[in-house]
Nanobody
Framework: QVQLVESGGGLVQAGGSLRLSCAAS????????MGWFRQAPGKEREFVAA????????YYADSVKGRFTISRENAKNTMYLQMNSLKPEDTAVYHC????????????????????WGQGTQVTVSS
């Protein structure tokens, strides 16, 4: 089993920045497409961003494109989500997820394709 642990959440003012981290353990980190999803109270879980096994391909939801940057450091078994220009509507619990794949450049925005999930970290953006 792969275990994922998110960190870096907190309270930030609108327009501010925050960096989330996702540390993986248990199985080889480099064999997974990694993604970030978020869920706000009363709303469905939504896709935020994904990065391929190789790190060479990224994909973003339209709502965060140009503001968020996803990256990974396989040697550290860690994925990051740099969030800039935060808005109150970004407030949610952010979860990292892993999808096992042998394809170096594969990315996915479908939660059902991901095999492992972290517990989540709260991000709150005040106006």
């Amino acid at each position: 089993q792969v275990q994922l642990v998110e960190s870096g959440g907190g309270l930030v003012q609108a327009g501010g920045s925050l960096r989330l981290s996702c540390a993986a353990s248990g199985r080889t980190f480099r064999s997974y497409t990694m993604g970030w999803f978020r869920q706000a109270p009363g709303k469905e879980r939504e896709f935020v961003a994904a990065v391929s096994w190789s790190g060479g391909s990224t994909y973003y939801a339209d709502s965060v494109k140009g503001r968020f940057t996803i990256s990974r450091e396989n040697a550290k078994n860690t994925m990051y989500l740099q969030m800039n220009s935060l808005k109150p509507e970004d407030t949610a619990v952010y979860h990292c997820a892993a999808h096992y794949t042998t394809r170096y450049y594969y990315v996915s925005d479908r939660a059902a394709e991901y095999d492992y999930w972290g517990q989540g970290t709260q991000v709150t953006v005040s106006s």
